[in-house]
């Protein structure tokens, strides 16, 4: 790859499925366009050029580790056509007609599913009930909607491949007339008890993983801007500038620390998991939590 390749939008982070085969489903990308593509086995840069709609795989040189991602088309938009005469009727261009894949790429993802076994799958992250989610195969990568409308064991059917992906749905908890619009909300109950010890994020692959530690009081995320600096910034053109405050605080017992995460700023919304967040939303973060804030995918872990 070439060194100004660099330079293209990194599309995402490839998450393991199964053996040497991964998958990049936190979006998709745009025929036509090039990104970056990083292995997460050994932090080559791959360039990725779609040049249609679909399921796309790289490949590594270095490892034969598998990358697949979808692509898809971009909208073509309403041009109207000037009469050649006053007598001719202005004609319009009919914009393409949007697919149900298109509109299942709108919603959050549910999360990785992950090989159980044979062509079983299962994805840890719980859906709540009433919410539409999108699921991506992972060995054909066909997008699959998931609108779960009561609590329990739910299982998709991809009609491609015959795999079956497992998930749970939970009831989910209304805490406003218009809860789906706005958002979680922060509550105590959302944090049973305090985080023993400082965070950190970390991001990156294997080979290059870098880390932040959070310290106690306002740390500001955000894309990297000299006139509005933020303590821990990225160089993201996707990610807003300031775009995240994550507040450490000390428990009311002195026990330990609550993290809680808002959003100042953001073009797109963050998602904390499969949760996305929009302007002056907040929540509560836990170990483990993935905060995904443009091209960037970010992980909270304790800082022992």
Known sequence: MKQDDKQYPVLGTPELVAGKTYII?????????SYTVVCPVC????????????????????????????AKEVKAKKVETPAKDAEEVKKVETPAKETEEDDVLKYPELGVPKLVQGKVYKIKEKAVVGKTYKVICPVCGKVIKAAPDKEGQVILHCPNKDTSIGYRAKAGKANSANADDQGPVPTQSAHAKALKSAGRLEWGGFFFKKKAKLHVGTNIVGREDAESPSD??????????????????????????????????ASNPVYVGSHPLLVGNSIYLNYGDVIKMGNTVLTFKEDK
């Open 25 to 33: 489903s936190a979006r998709a990308a745009f025929v036509a366009q």
């Open 43 to 70: 932090g080559k840069h791959l360039l990725a050029e779609p040049d249609k709609k679909g399921l796309h795989t790289l490949i590594c040189p270095n490892n034969d580790s598998k990358i697949n991602y979808m």
């Open 232 to 265: 821990i910034s990225f160089k993201d053109e996707y990610m807003s500038r300031r775009s995240v405050a994550i507040e450490v605080q000390k428990d009311s017992n002195h026990s330990g620390y609550n993290f809680k995460l808002t959003v100042l700023n």
